[in-house]
């Protein structure tokens, strides 16, 4: 085990930020191109049903490949693949800012998802591979999640301050330069590791099945917008993905060396760290949007002015982060979570009440999102704890796949679902009054979410048990005969 950023050797010091610059990265590419669309579409001709492709893209490959990206940093080593996942995403973000047609920006954003997939699940395992559990793995989870729900916020108002002062190419292009400091501190500043015993091999299979299953289930929800739920479209969308799925956990349940080991989520910790981030994220995400939307169609404000009206949610996250990484040793991950579930739910519902046609960024905005945000930033750290807890050194990657994988299909389920709120509430009006009721339907619901992960959290947490790695009997025959006294598989992160 490495020591904590604090005592480790000068040139490991850029560990954390390299992976608090991870999570902001992939983050903030989910939403930074958002309020850029509609002069993305008018510069490059993209027709009215295509636009919304230049998102979707990006949360098709990321949502797809996030397992893979996972357990790919348990197999061939967890730097490489983050070294090799911000190659990837510097060199879409470059295509995308260069792209002279439609298809071009849309598979740029597919690459940048694929890239975002590697670097997400590693930047988690990093932390719990890396940092002692105690005091020092609290701060740097807590910088971590709060890096995560900043990225989120700050895509939004740096999206509108971008492309009103230099164009929509630039909020691609912005990433390149990140990415490039980030490559060079990832030499030098991620530990090196060093595998004992013979390495697992790719569960070739199970990839293919995870990776179609959840590209096709983050489909079916984006465009429910277009087809109705009850399409025969999405209907048979949904239905495929779920064979996919389905047909994925029962190899998984027959691999030596498979891609998710299911005997994971029998672990209480790692379910109920799941579910929760599943439910949250389904709020969350959603209720990113339904504000900005707020901000722009009813209050009238410009791109740069609703980015701005995002800086309390960010001070908020900040502060609920350091809240939870100084009291959670003390009070412990359930109670935590619930808390901030709970806090986050009570600024959502504060949403529901206060929207108004004639309502003001001080009685509509700012209240709901403080509570909101120290809520929701009350809960990275604890989350990222129990997600990981008790996990065996060689499942790290594993087991962040599978969390990040969670808060992906909880963000592109909530927003499918509370789209589909809003507009049932809001039907064939347009005026300021109809958007206004459906907007507020979609808070309550979202924060119903937050109360229902609260809830699951009170239920299926229970104080965490150390999990026996997975290890077949030949491993730990082959592990006798070499008079090892670690168990084989395991990936080590050393000084030197």
């Not at 509609?38 to 492709?53: E, H, Q, T, V």
């Amino acid at each position: 085990m490495v020591k904590t950023a604090d005592s480790t050797p000068s040139h490991h010091r850029w560990l954390l930020p390299v992976l608090l610059t991870v999570q902001f990265l992939v983050s903030l590419d989910m939403s930074v191109v958002n309020i850029a669309l509609p002069d993305i579409g008018d510069d490059l001709g993209f027709g009215a049903d295509s636009l919304i492709w230049v998102v979707n893209a990006y949360a098709l490959a990321f949502g797809g490949l996030l397992m893979l990206g996972g357990r790919l940093a348990d197999l061939v080593g967890r730097r490489r693949t983050l070294i090799a996942g911000f190659a990837v995403f510097g060199a879409a973000s470059l295509a995308g800012g260069l792209a002279g047609t439609p298809g071009q920006l849309v598979a740029a954003r597919a690459v940048q998802g694929a890239g975002a997939a590697a670097l997400a699940p590693v930047a988690l395992a990093l932390i719990t591979v890396n940092y002692e559990a105690g005091a020092a793995r609290s701060r740097a989870l807590g910088l971590w999640g709060a890096s995560g729900a900043l990225g989120g916020a700050v895509g939004v108002m740096a999206g509108g301050l971008l492309t009103d002062w230099a164009g929509w190419r630039s909020v691609m292009l912005i990433n390149v330069p990140v990415v490039l400091a980030a490559l060079l501190l990832s030499r030098g500043g991620v530990p090196a590791e060093r595998r004992t015993g013979p390495a697992p091999r790719l569960d070739v299979v199970g990839a293919l099945l995870v990776t179609a299953g959840m590209a096709v289930l983050v489909l079916g929800l984006v465009r429910t917008e277009t087809y109705a739920w009850g399409s025969g479209t999405t209907l048979g969308t949904l239905g495929a993905a779920v064979v996919l799925l389905a047909a994925f956990a029962v190899v998984e349940s027959r691999k030596r060396d498979p891609l998710l080991r299911l005997g994971l989520l029998a672990h209480r910790p790692v379910l109920s760290a799941n579910a929760f981030s599943l439910l949250m994220s389904s709020g969350q995400f959603a209720a990113f949007y339904f504000t900005s939307l707020y901000l722009q169609e009813v209050l009238s404000y410009g791109p740069t002015t609703a980015g701005a009206a995002f800086l309390p949610f960010c001070v908020g996250v900040v502060a609920g982060s350091v809240i939870s990484a100084r009291t959670v040793a003390r009070f412990g991950e359930r109670a935590l979570l619930v808390t901030g579930g709970l806090l986050g739910a009570a600024g959502l519902a504060w949403f529901g009440l206060t929207v108004g046609v004639d309502g003001t960024f001080l009685n509509s905005i700012l209240g709901p999102s403080m509570v909101a945000s120290v809520g929701i930033g009350m809960c990275f750290v604890p989350l990222g704890t129990a997600a990981t807890s008790g996990v065996a050194a060689e499942e790290t990657g594993m087991a962040s796949g599978l969390l990040n994988s969670s808060r992906q299909l909880g963000g592109s389920l909530g927003l499918a679902v509370l789209a589909t709120v809003a507009s049932g509430v809001t039907g064939e009006g347009r005026g300021p009054g109809p958007l206004v009721d459906g907007y507020a339907a979609a808070f309550w619901v979202a924060a119903a979410l937050l109360v229902a992960a609260a809830l699951a959290t009170a239920v299926l947490h229970r104080a965490p048990a150390r999990l026996r790695p997975a290890q077949t009997q030949a491993q730990e025959e082959t592990s006798k005969n070499l008079g090892d006294d670690v168990d084989p598989g395991v990936s080590r992160s050393t000084h030197g």
